[in-house]
């Protein structure tokens, strides 16, 4: 069962690249999502699909953009990279927004 | 603004142990409260979602209680296990058009043998 695939697992980066994270879901949901974690601060939505065709903004989405490219992928590209967007990216799915959400095992970024 | 809020950030307990592990939430308008599990270096992984409508969910050796009024989930582990070991984090779906999930910052449990 592959769930929530997220690529790569690690990324360093310097400041100022440019950097496009991966993301496939094979169970069919309708809504994708993006979240950073960090110590301290928990789990922040950048940005989310609810459904194929829409994208819109969480709490975080300074320095990100986003492509549904289908109804299984959800990307975000970080298009000049700054050391504050060093996190653990997570990717998550869920059937509708308000029903169950099923993470990747997340990118790990380091931005030096 | 929602807040969800975990007390304690960290809890050992010795294998064998009933354990509770709270979660509080500032706006009762939620539409759900689901509870994850985090491994080290890992995503997390869904336990239990309570809909705003109901009292409580079990699934194992693990039951969520939610009270809407007070702000209140909780978490129970029945006779945890060192496999138990986790961060367990609390995330409210508030109501409104976007029904985002606001998560707390987790309670790191250790279970010792």
């Known amino acids: 069962n592959a769930g929530v695939t997220q690529t790569p697992k690690f990324q360093v980066l310097k400041t100022g690249q440019s950097m496009t994270l991966q993301c496939a879901q094979d169970m069919n949901h309708n809504s994708m999502y993006w979240y950073r974690q960090d110590p301290g601060m928990g789990l922040r939505l950048i940005y989310y699909s609810a459904s194929e065709g829409t994208t819109d903004k969480g709490e975080v989405p300074n320095g990100y953009n986003v492509s549904r490219l289908n109804k299984r992928e959800f990307s975000l590209r970080l298009e000049s990279a700054a050391p504050s967007q060093t996190s653990v990216y997570f990717c998550a799915s869920s059937a509708g927004t308000g029903r169950p959400q099923h993470f990747g095992d997340g990118t790990r970024l380091s931005i030096l | ?113």
Do not use: H
Not at chain 2, 35 to 46: A, E, I, N, V, Y
Not at chain 2, 91 to 110: C, D, M, Q, W
């Open chain 2, 1 to 113: 603004k929602q807040e969800v809020t975990q007390i304690p950030a960290a809890l050992s307990v010795p294998e064998g142990e009933n354990l509770v592990l709270n979660c509080s939430f500032t706006d009762s308008a939620i539409y759900n409260l689901q509870w994850f599990r985090q491994d080290p270096g890992k995503g997390l992984t869904s336990l239990l979602l309570i809909q705003s409508s109901q009292r409580e969910q079990t699934s194992g050796r693990l039951n969520a209680s939610l009270d809407k009024s007070s702000g209140r989930s909780t978490l129970y582990i029945a006779a945890s296990q060192p496999g138990d070991s986790a961060t367990y984090l609390c995330a409210a779906y508030s109501g409104g058009s976007n029904y985002k999930l606001t998560f707390g910052k987790g309670t790191l449990l250790t279970v010792n043998p």
